[in-house]
C-alpha cells in the first residue's frame, strides 16, 4: 500500500471513530525518554517534522461594531501555519477586547510550543493535550493551533473534516447575520443591506434603545431575529418583561442576557422566558457546563474560547447529553475560522458564523464557507477546503 494511501485510511479511522493511532507511531503510548515533555511521541529518523509560523494580522471592519459593553473598527488576530511533508494547514487566533488577549500574548504563548517532537500529526489528541498543558489560559492561539491541525490532517487524508467527522452538509443550518448597536439611520442602512440575503438575523441589544433598535429593523424586514444583550441587562424583572416583549415581536431567541455574576437571576428567566436563553460569556469550555446546567437553555460554542474544534464537538456531545440546544458562534475572524465551525455546524440549531463576512473584503485571507441564500455552505477540498487568496 502506498504511503498516501496509508495515510488516508489510517487517518479516517483515527478521526472518524476517535481513535488515536495511525500505525506510524501509537499515539496511546508516548515516548517520554526521548524528550522533556510526557507528551513527546517523536521515535527520530527521517520522519517529517510539524514547522510551525505565525504572525499578527489585523482585522478591518466594514462597519464601525458597537455592542453593549465597547465599541470597535478593527480587531487584532493573529494567523497560523502548520507545515508538514508538503502540506500546509492553517489557522487563527481572533482577540475582540473582552477576552483580554493581545496579539504580544498569543505569539507569546506560541514561542513555547514545539511540535516537532510529534512524528505524527493524526495524533491529534495527545498534540492539544500537550498544547493545553502549556497555560491555564491562551484559548485563541491553542484555538488557532487546533483548526491548523485538523486542516492539515484532513488534507493529509485528501477530506474534507465534514465528511471525515461524517456530518451531511445538506443539514448546515442558516446563519445569523449580525446589526450592531447603532443609529437608526445606520440601522436602517445596515438592515436593507442584509435583508434579502439572509433568513435570519442578529441583534445587539443590552443599551436604552432596545425598543428602538428593533422597532426600527421593523421598518424593513419582518425576519426572525435573534438577540444578544452582551451581559447589558442587569435586572431580572426588566429583562423578563423586554424578553416578552421581544416575543411578540418575532425574537426567536435570547443569548447572554445578564452578567456572569448573576447566575440565579439568569436561571429565574430562562424558567419563564417564551424563547430559549443562551449562554455565550458564561461559558468558555467544557468544564464550565456542570456550572450553568439548569441556568441556560442552551450554549454557544465559539472556538476561540474552548480552544478549538477538539473541545467543540466533545461540547457538543455533553451539551446534548444533559439535553440543551447547542449554538455555534464566532468572533470577529478571516474565513480559516468561521469556516473551521462551519464544518460541525450541521450538529447545531443555531448558528452564528458571520465573522468574515463583518470584515472588509481585501481583509479576508481565505475564500471558505460561504452564505448561500441564508444558508452555510461548505466547500469540498480537503481539510477546511480554504482557498489561499
Request: net charge negative; aromatic share 8%; with cysteine.
Amino acid at each position: 500500500m502506498q504511503r498516501r494511501d496509508f495515510l488516508k485510511t489510517a487517518g479516517v479511522a483515527a478521526l472518524g471513530t476517535g481513535l488515536v493511532s495511525t500505525g506510524l507511531v501509537s499515539c496511546s503510548t508516548p515516548k517520554i525518554d526521548k524528550g522533556p515533555h510526557p507528551y513527546n511521541i517523536n521515535t527520530g529518523g527521517d520522519r517529517p517534522k510539524m514547522k510551525l509560523t505565525y504572525f499578527p494580522y489585523e482585522l478591518r471592519l466594514a462597519h464601525t461594531f458597537t455592542v453593549s459593553s465597547y465599541t470597535r473598527t478593527t480587531t487584532p488576530d493573529v494567523q497560523v501555519e502548520i507545515e508538514y511533508d508538503g502540506f500546509t494547514g492553517y489557522g487563527e487566533a481572533s482577540m475582540p477586547p473582552y477576552l483580554g488577549h493581545t496579539v504580544e500574548s498569543v505569539c507569546n504563548f506560541l514561542a513555547k510550543v514545539n511540535l516537532e517532537q510529534f512524528a505524527d500529526p493524526f495524533c491529534i489528541e495527545d498534540i492539544l493535550a500537550y498544547v493545553d498543558s502549556l497555560s491555564d489560559g491562551d484559548a485563541p492561539a491553542k484555538a488557532a493551533i487546533d483548526i491548523a491541525l485538523h486542516d492539515l490532517v484532513g488534507k493529509l487524508i485528501g477530506l474534507p473534516l465534514y465528511k471525515i467527522w461524517g456530518y451531511n452538509k445538506e443539514k448546515t443550518p442558516n446563519t445569523t447575520f449580525t446589526i450592531g448597536i447603532d443609529t437608526p439611520d445606520v440601522v436602517r442602512e445596515k438592515t436593507k443591506e442584509c435583508a434579502d440575503k439572509f433568513k435570519i438575523l442578529k441583534v445587539k441589544v443590552g443599551l436604552e434603545n432596545d425598543v428602538e433598535m428593533i422597532n426600527t429593523i421593523r421598518e424593513i424586514t419582518q425576519l426572525p431575529l435573534a438577540v444578544d444583550a452582551n451581559q447589558g441587562w442587569k435586572d431580572k424583572y426588566k429583562a423578563i418583561d423586554e424578553i416578552n416583549w421581544l416575543a411578540e415581536n418575532g425574537i426567536v431567541m435570547v443569548e447572554q442576557p445578564m452578567p456572569i455574576t448573576q447566575l440565579d437571576d439568569i436561571a429565574w428567566l430562562t424558567e419563564r422566558s417564551p424563547v430559549p436563553i443562551f449562554a455565550d460569556e458564561s461559558i468558555q469550555r467544557l468544564k464550565d457546563i456542570p456550572a450553568i446546567k439548569g441556568a441556560f437553555s442552551g450554549i454557544n460554542i465559539k472556538l476561540m474560547k474552548c480552544t478549538g474544534l477538539l473541545e467543540a464537538r466533545k461540547m457538543i456531545t455533553y451539551g446534548r447529553a444533559e439535553g440543551m440546544k447547542i449554538m455555534v458562534g464566532c468572533m470577529t475572524e478571516t474565513s480559516c475560522a468561521t469556516t473551521a465551525a462551519a464544518h460541525f455546524s450541521p450538529a447545531v440549531d443555531f448558528c452564528d458564523l458571520d465573522g468574515n463576512l463583518l470584515i472588509a473584503k481585501d481583509a479576508d485571507r481565505f475564500k471558505g464557507m460561504t452564505v448561500v441564500d441564508g444558508k452555510v455552505t461548505l466547500p469540498d477540498g480537503p481539510g477546511l477546503g480554504l482557498i489561499k487568496l
